[in-house]
T-cell receptor
Framework: GENVEQHPSTLSVQEGDSAVIKCTYS??????FPWYKQELGKGPQLIID?????GEKKDQRIAVTLNKTAKHFSLHITETQPEDSAVYFC????????FGAGTTVTVRA | GAGVSQSPSNKVTEKGKDVELRCDPI?????LYWYRQSLGQGLEFLIY????????KSGLPSDRFSAERTGGSVSTLTIQRTQQEDSAVYLC??????????????FGPGTRLTVL
């Protein structure tokens, strides 16, 4: 089955700086890679996703890149704000998603 | 519109008791998923429904776990003879079910289960 690894496990950034989270996956058949943001006591909320026929996708301050040859994908958050503080999960697969272990992002004011 | 809802939000039970967790998906979503999230961990896939059928039950950890879906809508996850290792947050998600397996999954708030 699919195995997704995520790094780093914690990330502290100064407000206004960029944050980058990286994930690798094992199954070359995986074709869908969503990113979720989870705040304390809440369910995961989709922030952006990318499918295997696309190499990069942007939505305002958030961007995701996918390298299918190397089997890795990354989340980039620019101009970070305190409300970006949360746990971020990457995932890969198709209907059956395998999740990374999560990255706790703290934005320092 | 209304998102995925789950009930109860919290459940405390004693070891050996049975529990039922409920999920109401987004209206019109034909696909439904259950995941489990242990403390400080990522999400672990349990089961996938397309309509009332469950073509993939591969993530259910033991035969104490079962799930059903009726009317293509509400789903119930049942854990029999609960054990302390069953303590976790159980998350439900739903998606349109486009038949291609890559449609967006929307998550509910989860049910936090504590087995004493």
């Amino acid at each position: 089955g699919e195995n997704v690894e995520q790094h780093p496990s914690t990330l502290s950034v100064q407000e206004g700086d960029s944050a980058v989270i990286k994930c690798t996956y094992s199954d070359s058949a995986s074709n869908y890679f969503p990113w979720y943001k989870q705040e304390l006591g809440k369910g995961p909320q989709l922030i952006i996703d990318i499918r295997s026929n696309v190499g990069e996708k942007k939505d305002q301050r958030i961007a995701v890149t996918l390298n299918k040859t190397a089997k890795h994908f990354s989340l980039h958050i620019t101009e970070t704000q305190p409300e970006d503080s949360a746990v971020y999960f990457c995932a890969g697969g198709d209907y059956k998603l395998s999740f990374g272990a999560g990255t706790t992002v703290t934005v320092r004011a | 519109g209304a998102g995925v809802s789950q009930s109860p939000s919290n459940k405390v039970t004693e070891k050996g008791k049975d529990v039922e967790l409920r999920c109401d998906p987004i209206s019109g979503h034909t696909a439904l998923y259950w995941y489990r999230q242990s403390l400080g961990q990522g999400l672990e896939f349990l089961i996938y429904f397309q309509g009332n059928s469950a073509p993939d039950k591969s993530g259910l950890p033991s035969d104490r776990f079962s799930a059903e879906r009726t009317g293509g809508s509400v789903s119930t996850l049942t854990i029999q003879r609960t054990q302390q290792e069953d303590s976790a947050v159980y998350l439900c998600a739903s998606s349109l079910g486009n038949g291609q397996g890559t449609d967006t999954q929307y998550f509910g708030p989860g049910t936090r289960l504590t087995v004493l």
